[in-house]
Protein backbone atom coordinates (compact mmCIF):
# COMPACT_ATOMS: atom_id res chain seq x y z
CA UNK A 1 0.00 0.00 0.00
CA UNK A 2 1.42 3.54 -0.95
CA UNK A 3 1.43 6.35 1.86
CA UNK A 4 -0.56 8.41 -0.09
CA UNK A 5 -3.48 7.58 -2.71
CA UNK A 6 -5.12 9.79 -5.30
CA UNK A 7 -7.54 8.74 -7.93
CA UNK A 8 -5.93 10.23 -11.08
CA UNK A 9 -8.82 10.80 -13.05
CA UNK A 10 -9.89 13.03 -14.85
CA UNK A 11 -12.94 14.01 -13.50
CA UNK A 12 -15.17 15.96 -15.57
CA UNK A 13 -17.66 18.54 -14.57
CA UNK A 14 -19.94 21.23 -16.37
CA UNK A 15 -19.07 24.62 -14.96
CA UNK A 16 -20.75 25.63 -11.42
CA UNK A 17 -20.23 22.43 -10.16
CA UNK A 18 -19.14 21.37 -6.80
CA UNK A 19 -16.04 19.37 -7.33
CA UNK A 20 -14.61 16.98 -4.59
CA UNK A 21 -11.13 16.11 -4.71
CA UNK A 22 -10.13 13.55 -2.10
CA UNK A 23 -7.01 11.39 -1.16
CA UNK A 24 -5.96 8.71 1.65
CA UNK A 25 -2.87 8.22 3.51
CA UNK A 26 -1.86 5.12 5.55
CA UNK A 27 1.07 7.22 7.83
CA UNK A 28 -1.00 8.14 10.83
CA UNK A 29 2.12 10.45 12.09
CA UNK A 30 0.88 13.07 9.20
CA UNK A 31 -0.11 16.02 10.76
CA UNK A 32 0.48 18.85 8.02
CA UNK A 33 -1.82 18.60 4.92
CA UNK A 34 -1.78 20.93 1.78
CA UNK A 35 -3.34 20.41 -1.24
CA UNK A 36 -1.84 22.07 -4.69
CA UNK A 37 -2.88 23.19 -7.80
CA UNK A 38 -0.66 22.39 -11.28
CA UNK A 39 -1.63 23.42 -14.47
CA UNK A 40 0.09 22.27 -17.56
CA UNK A 41 3.96 22.92 -17.59
CA UNK A 42 3.68 24.76 -14.84
CA UNK A 43 4.93 24.43 -11.07
CA UNK A 44 2.36 22.90 -8.20
CA UNK A 45 0.62 26.77 -6.48
CA UNK A 46 0.14 26.14 -2.78
CA UNK A 47 -3.96 26.68 -2.36
CA UNK A 48 -4.08 24.79 1.00
CA UNK A 49 -2.13 24.34 3.98
CA UNK A 50 -3.80 22.66 6.95
CA UNK A 51 -2.69 21.48 10.44
CA UNK A 52 -4.27 18.03 11.90
CA UNK A 53 -7.77 17.32 12.09
CA UNK A 54 -10.66 19.81 10.91
CA UNK A 55 -12.28 22.76 7.99
CA UNK A 56 -10.14 25.49 6.70
CA UNK A 57 -11.82 27.78 4.34
CA UNK A 58 -10.51 30.04 1.59
CA UNK A 59 -12.77 31.49 -0.67
CA UNK A 60 -14.37 28.98 -3.28
CA UNK A 61 -11.67 26.50 -1.34
CA UNK A 62 -12.60 24.15 1.79
CA UNK A 63 -10.38 21.35 2.82
CA UNK A 64 -11.20 18.47 4.98
CA UNK A 65 -8.80 16.37 7.25
CA UNK A 66 -10.40 13.27 8.74
CA UNK A 67 -7.17 12.10 10.64
CA UNK A 68 -9.52 8.97 12.29
CA UNK A 69 -9.97 7.63 8.49
CA UNK A 70 -6.77 8.96 7.08
CA UNK A 71 -9.25 11.15 4.46
CA UNK A 72 -8.38 14.40 2.93
CA UNK A 73 -10.68 15.97 0.61
CA UNK A 74 -10.82 19.69 -1.19
CA UNK A 75 -14.21 20.99 -1.89
CA UNK A 76 -14.28 23.53 -5.22
CA UNK A 77 -17.83 25.76 -5.08
CA UNK A 78 -18.88 27.39 -8.20
CA UNK A 79 -16.13 25.86 -10.74
CA UNK A 80 -14.83 27.54 -13.43
CA UNK A 81 -13.44 26.40 -16.52
CA UNK A 82 -9.69 28.25 -15.35
CA UNK A 83 -10.02 25.59 -12.34
CA UNK A 84 -9.14 23.10 -14.94
CA UNK A 85 -5.80 21.71 -13.69
CA UNK A 86 -4.25 18.76 -11.59
CA UNK A 87 -4.95 18.67 -8.10
CA UNK A 88 -1.93 17.50 -5.50
CA UNK A 89 -2.54 16.74 -2.35
CA UNK A 90 0.93 16.32 -0.36
CA UNK A 91 1.50 15.42 3.91
CA UNK A 92 3.91 15.86 6.07
CA UNK A 93 4.70 14.46 9.27
CA UNK A 94 5.34 16.75 12.54
CA UNK A 95 8.42 17.68 13.81
CA UNK A 96 11.71 18.27 12.16
CA UNK A 97 10.84 15.69 9.67
CA UNK A 98 11.36 17.97 6.43
CA UNK A 99 9.98 15.74 3.42
CA UNK A 100 6.77 16.13 1.99
CA UNK A 101 4.67 13.27 0.22
CA UNK A 102 2.77 13.99 -2.85
CA UNK A 103 -0.62 12.24 -4.12
CA UNK A 104 0.24 11.74 -7.83
CA UNK A 105 -2.41 14.41 -8.67
CA UNK A 106 -6.32 14.15 -9.47
CA UNK A 107 -6.61 15.66 -12.95
CA UNK A 108 -10.11 18.03 -12.79
CA UNK A 109 -11.92 18.90 -16.24
CA UNK A 110 -14.38 21.93 -15.69
CA UNK A 111 -16.41 22.31 -19.10
CA UNK A 112 -18.22 25.38 -19.89
CA UNK B 1 7.76 38.66 -9.39
CA UNK B 2 9.49 37.68 -6.03
CA UNK B 3 8.13 34.18 -6.47
CA UNK B 4 10.50 31.04 -6.80
CA UNK B 5 12.68 31.42 -10.19
CA UNK B 6 14.34 28.70 -12.35
CA UNK B 7 16.28 28.65 -15.20
CA UNK B 8 16.18 26.90 -17.85
CA UNK B 9 12.62 26.01 -18.43
CA UNK B 10 13.33 23.32 -21.08
CA UNK B 11 16.15 21.94 -21.80
CA UNK B 12 17.28 19.45 -24.83
CA UNK B 13 20.50 17.46 -24.39
CA UNK B 14 22.04 14.48 -26.11
CA UNK B 15 22.26 11.24 -23.69
CA UNK B 16 25.90 11.53 -21.70
CA UNK B 17 26.36 15.30 -21.94
CA UNK B 18 25.97 17.20 -18.21
CA UNK B 19 23.56 19.40 -17.75
CA UNK B 20 22.92 22.10 -14.78
CA UNK B 21 20.00 24.17 -13.81
CA UNK B 22 19.60 27.17 -11.39
CA UNK B 23 16.93 27.66 -8.78
CA UNK B 24 16.55 31.04 -7.31
CA UNK B 25 14.38 30.88 -4.21
CA UNK B 26 12.19 33.49 -2.29
CA UNK B 27 14.25 35.92 -0.93
CA UNK B 28 13.50 35.60 2.60
CA UNK B 29 13.50 31.63 2.74
CA UNK B 30 16.47 29.27 4.19
CA UNK B 31 14.82 25.95 3.19
CA UNK B 32 15.52 25.03 -0.62
CA UNK B 33 14.14 21.75 -1.98
CA UNK B 34 14.73 20.16 -5.52
CA UNK B 35 11.94 17.51 -6.65
CA UNK B 36 11.93 15.13 -10.10
CA UNK B 37 8.36 15.00 -11.62
CA UNK B 38 7.50 12.91 -14.67
CA UNK B 39 4.00 12.78 -16.56
CA UNK B 40 1.14 11.30 -14.68
CA UNK B 41 2.79 11.26 -10.91
CA UNK B 42 3.51 13.69 -8.30
CA UNK B 43 6.63 15.23 -7.23
CA UNK B 44 9.80 13.04 -5.96
CA UNK B 45 11.83 14.36 -3.56
CA UNK B 46 15.31 14.82 -4.44
CA UNK B 47 16.96 16.55 -1.76
CA UNK B 48 17.12 20.34 0.51
CA UNK B 49 19.33 22.64 2.06
CA UNK B 50 19.11 24.29 5.04
CA UNK B 51 21.09 27.41 4.03
CA UNK B 52 23.99 26.33 2.10
CA UNK B 53 24.04 23.19 4.33
CA UNK B 54 22.94 19.92 2.27
CA UNK B 55 21.21 18.17 5.29
CA UNK B 56 19.26 15.35 3.58
CA UNK B 57 19.72 13.22 -0.51
CA UNK B 58 17.29 10.83 -1.49
CA UNK B 59 18.17 7.39 -2.81
CA UNK B 60 16.97 8.87 -6.23
CA UNK B 61 19.84 10.79 -6.17
CA UNK B 62 22.46 9.03 -7.96
CA UNK B 63 26.14 9.35 -8.02
CA UNK B 64 25.71 11.18 -11.17
CA UNK B 65 24.00 14.51 -9.37
CA UNK B 66 24.91 16.57 -7.50
CA UNK B 67 23.33 20.08 -6.03
CA UNK B 68 25.11 23.08 -4.68
CA UNK B 69 23.87 26.01 -2.75
CA UNK B 70 27.30 27.95 -1.98
CA UNK B 71 26.28 30.91 -0.46
CA UNK B 72 22.74 30.32 1.18
CA UNK B 73 20.81 31.76 -1.86
CA UNK B 74 20.36 30.09 -5.41
CA UNK B 75 21.03 26.34 -5.87
CA UNK B 76 22.31 24.75 -8.80
CA UNK B 77 21.40 20.83 -10.03
CA UNK B 78 23.75 18.93 -12.11
CA UNK B 79 23.70 15.70 -14.10
CA UNK B 80 26.64 13.81 -15.31
CA UNK B 81 26.64 12.09 -17.94
CA UNK B 82 22.76 11.86 -18.70
CA UNK B 83 20.08 8.88 -19.27
CA UNK B 84 17.46 8.23 -20.72
CA UNK B 85 15.33 7.75 -17.75
CA UNK B 86 16.64 11.57 -16.46
CA UNK B 87 13.83 12.81 -18.60
CA UNK B 88 11.93 14.71 -16.53
CA UNK B 89 10.61 17.86 -14.91
CA UNK B 90 13.08 18.99 -12.17
CA UNK B 91 11.13 21.40 -9.81
CA UNK B 92 12.82 23.37 -6.86
CA UNK B 93 10.68 24.85 -4.09
CA UNK B 94 11.50 27.01 -0.89
CA UNK B 95 10.35 27.71 2.33
CA UNK B 96 10.64 29.62 5.77
CA UNK B 97 13.41 27.61 8.39
CA UNK B 98 10.25 26.78 10.60
CA UNK B 99 9.96 22.78 9.74
CA UNK B 100 6.43 23.36 9.40
CA UNK B 101 6.09 25.85 6.74
CA UNK B 102 4.68 25.07 2.86
CA UNK B 103 6.78 24.66 0.07
CA UNK B 104 6.49 27.27 -2.70
CA UNK B 105 7.16 25.58 -6.19
CA UNK B 106 8.71 27.63 -9.06
CA UNK B 107 8.07 26.18 -12.93
CA UNK B 108 10.68 23.32 -12.94
CA UNK B 109 13.36 22.96 -15.13
CA UNK B 110 12.23 20.08 -18.20
CA UNK B 111 15.00 17.90 -19.26
CA UNK B 112 14.34 15.89 -22.83
CA UNK B 113 17.34 13.94 -23.34
CA UNK B 114 17.57 12.69 -27.05
Known amino acids: QKEVEQDPGPLSVPEGAIVSLNCTYSNSAFQYFMWYRQYSRKGPELLMY????GNKEDGRFTAQVDKSSKYISLFIRDSQPSDSATYLCAMKEGGQGFSFIFGKGTRLLVKP | DTGVSQDPRHKITKRGQNVTFRCDPISEHNRLYWYRQTLGQGPEFLTY????????KSRLLSDRFSAERPKGSFSTLEIQRTEQGDSAMYLC????????????FGDGTRLSIL
Open chain 2, 49 to 56: FQNEAQLE
Open chain 1, 50 to 53: TYSS
Open chain 2, 93 to 104: ASSLSDSDQPQH
